[in-house]
């Protein structure tokens, strides 16, 4: 009986001690099995209602095959209300823009690598990507309160890290706008409706420097502005050089080694809470002062933003504000070219009598 | 019986049989022949605002004798300080990061870093120094992107930022410190600064308290328009505008922490040196010293004493100084540094407040007695940083 149990006891002993041993070994159970459930890149676009234009443009440039294959992508994808800012509202818009151009638009959308949220550094300014179409993506994110905002090139992710078999996908409330090949220079001379900024450039002597390396940031009030104020182009041409400050009249619109997306003042304000950004005017004592975010308050959902400027004498008090000029327009703002940006401006900076040459 | 005492031997067994299982790994002491001590501080202190915002942001990797890739990129390095935050104000005499908090930012080197630490060398607490292999080293410093990622794990598109690359040669048992810095405030060029101490060296007497001071500014950064510096910010004091390339200090001994404290006679305003804007020599700067207990009343145990250092350009005298209190602006002719304080709501006023250069702390039978210590003070691109060294004390009898 003694012998027993006891017998019993060693024999637990040796079992409990094999399962000791036993225990030192992990197998690994876990299988990664590829997830069938996620769609294949062009195949999630196509199915998706609110990214249906993104989707007939690419079908129209013939590279949904490419997105369905393997390889990893990220798609920046603007959904329709993005196209609409722009002006395409059905899918046969497309079909008058020059197909080399509207397949520029949709492979600058598109990286052939995947980027995901958390690969993108914890407050990045204009961290940089290359599109399919060969050119730079700035992207920038900034975090508060657990949440994260993130822009390419100005435009914001409203819907980030939605995954794809072979990527991910990022959708942007607004095309990204970025022409090839051009400079700041370029990209004013070819649109007519800039063309009273322009003379005004050329005559006071800013305009040969903007086919330099820059970077600048041009503020672009259209003709219409321009008129708006009695500065035609005829009144333009009439100037006499010499008895206006030119750096205040239109040298203001330039800002020299500087490339500003809207969406960077947001970044800053809230990473460093500077809301505010002085901008000396070149050679005066002028300042103007930058501030942007969201504009439309009625509408909780249209997140767009803008930026004003107010023009002052002068930095430090006493001051008087010249003008206060806002650019909400987001078909305009944004404009990436080689070397810097456009943003359309709503209104006009300074007049030419508050450029005159006192002495 | 002989069941319960085969019981018993087959218990012990089992846990014998489980120490032996146990007890199998075998420590690996790491040990360094021939150490040299190193600190390394990022003193790189600017902001990445709208104005800047192509500059790197100040956060880096240090990588000492690293290896690099056909392209030029490392890949590995036998010494690796990852994270390197912008220092913080003050450097406590004892190592106060590692284990503290779960943010990989580091403040310093070795700070969190678990590595090898220096001893206590005559009579110092080297704790803050990692022990390095002494002889020729490259090293190299990285701009990386703030975020958790281990640096070599990094994107290879985020690890291409160079700072600096070069080489240094550190002598066995010597102590360093190495610093990044600004040298150039409108190329914003930026380099190291490698300071041989030599604190462990001198008959420092432990009745008195020793600072030295350096103005590791870039050079035109007072010169340089206060609003583009950002040197006007609230809390920054008049030192956020820079000081002088050239300035006298002056030392004020205050007796006690209230509002009406009396400043201690003979040191009310005494003058101490000169102090020259260098970012580029190597050399140690002379250490001024007052006793610790300046405050003869004070009983030789325990003193509430505070310090004041005040900073003016030559030719100007501290018991009329043209500026207010509160004035920020004064031009880079005044500024000044208090080692604590007796006003709660301080950043109004324009110095900068410091925590105190004695240590105060319970050893032998008194609790609390006060130490004296070596300190350094140094200005840069108008923040200030205190850095504290301690003499071994006796431990405390409860």
Known sequence: ?359 | MLLSRMKNVIFYAAIALSCFAIGCSKVEYKKIDDPAYLRVFNNLNYKIGIDNKDEQLPFLTMLIDPEMDQNGMPVSAQIKGDFLDKRDPYAPPYPSHIGSGTSVNNPEYPGRENVLVGPVLNGFDLSSWAQIPSGKHRIVFMFRPKNTVPFFNLDPKLKKSFLIDTTMVLDSKEVYTLHVLQKDFLTKRNGIYLRKENFHKLPLSDSSIYVNFYNMSAKGYWQADNDAKGGNEYGKGAMGNGVKDQMNIFVTLYKNRTVSSPKISGYNGKYLGNLTRNADVLEVSPYYSFPLFADASAGGIFTDMWQRFDFLAPGMDIRNIPYGPTVNQTDGNWASINCLTPYPDYRQWNEIVMPNMIVNIHSGKYNPRSFATVNTIEIVNGNVYLSTIQRKYAPPVY
């Open chain 1, 1 to 359: 009986m003694k012998y027993e149990s006891l017998k019993k006891c060693l024999y637990f002993l040796s079992v409990l001690w094999l399962l000791g041993l036993n225990a030192c070994k992990h197998d690994d159970l876990h299988i990664d099995k590829a997830n069938d459930n996620f769609r294949p890149g062009f195949d999630f676009v196509k199915n998706n209602y609110d990214l249906s234009l993104f989707a007939s443009a690419i079908e129209k440039t013939g590279i949904g095959p490419e997105l369905n294959g393997a390889g990893q992508f990220t798609i920046l994808a603007p959904s329709n209300a993005a196209f609409n800012i722009i002006g395409i509202n059905r899918p046969s818009d497309f079909d008058k823009m020059n197909p080399d151009t509207l397949k520029f638009l949709v492979q600058r959308h598109i990286l052939n690598e995947r980027i995901m949220l958390k690969d993108i550094p914890f407050n990045g300014i204009d961290v940089r990507y290359r599109t399919l179409a060969g050119t730079e993506l700035y992207a920038s994110i900034v975090s508060r309160d657990n949440s994260n905002t993130l822009y390419f090139n100005g435009s914001l992710a409203s819907r980030k890290d939605v995954t794809l078999a072979n990527g991910t996908l990022h959708v942007l409330d607004r095309v990204m706008k970025s022409t090839a090949n051009t400079t700041v220079q370029g990209w004013l001379s070819a649109r007519p409706e800039y063309s009273i900024l322009v003379s005004g450039l050329k005559k006071f002597g800013f305009w040969d420097e903007l086919a330099t390396e820059g970077p600048y940031t041009i503020l672009a009030p259209k003709n219409k502005e321009f008129e708006a104020n009695g500065m035609t182009a005829e009144v333009i041409a009439g100037l006499n050089v010499n008895s206006y400050i030119g750096d205040r009249l239109f040298g203001c619109y330039v800002m020299r080694k500087k490339h500003f997306f809207v969406s960077d003042f947001v970044v800053f304000s809230i990473i460093n809470n500077d809301s505010f950004y002085y901008h000396p005017v070149a050679n005066d004592t002028y300042i103007m002062t930058i501030t942007a975010g969201r504009f439309n308050y009625d509408n909780i959902y249209d997140q767009s933003i803008g930026y004003n400027i107010e023009v002052r004498t002068n930095k430090n008090f006493p001051y008087d504000i010249v003008t206060n000029v806002k650019g909400h327009d987001q078909k305009a703002i944004d404009n990436l070219t080689d070397n810097g940006l456009v943003q359309d401006l709503q209104g006009i900076l300074i007049l030419p009598e508050q450029a005159i040459k006192s002495n």
